[in-house]
């Protein structure tokens, strides 16, 4: 049996160690800056629509606006340029219904689902500004 002051004591030393001090959110871990091209099976530039990549592990995804050369620049789900590095998987969405047509021209796996079947991915670990994403067929 364990005598009261020594665990009384035990508890104030494990406390001592994990700290009192303010709780809250781990810090956001240091991202970079990316920027490339999406480009459709053939080649040619997907010329509108939202780029979305879903983090494989961790909480920070990515989002960009697709201009009409098919070019981005990203931005985490918080806003900020600065991407969390890691692996995520490529999804394209079309919120503008004047997008329909180009919808038909991307296959529906790299369309945003909650499937997340998508197999085409991006590892990202330094900052680019020439990333190229290829959707496949």
Request: charged letters at 20%.
């Amino acid at each position: 049996m364990i005598a009261k002051p020594f665990l009384s004591a035990t508890v104030l030393f494990l406390l001592a160690l994990v700290g009192c001090g303010p709780g809250g959110p781990l810090p956001r871990p240091e991202g970079v800056q990316v920027s490339g091209k999406v480009l459709l099976p053939n080649g040619s530039p997907l010329a509108s629509g939202t780029l979305i990549l879903r983090p494989d592990a961790g909480i920070y995804g990515a989002t960009a606006i697709i201009q009409d050369d098919g070019s981005f620049t990203l931005m985490d789900t918080s806003g900020t340029p600065d991407i969390v590095t890691g692996k995520y998987q490529v999804f394209v969405s079309f919120p503008n219904p004047s997008d329909a047509s180009l919808a038909t021209s991307v296959n529906k796996r790299y369309q945003e689902s909650d499937d997340g079947d998508s197999d085409v991915f991006v590892d990202l670990q330094q900052p680019t500004k020439e990333l190229v994403i290829k959707l496949k067929r």
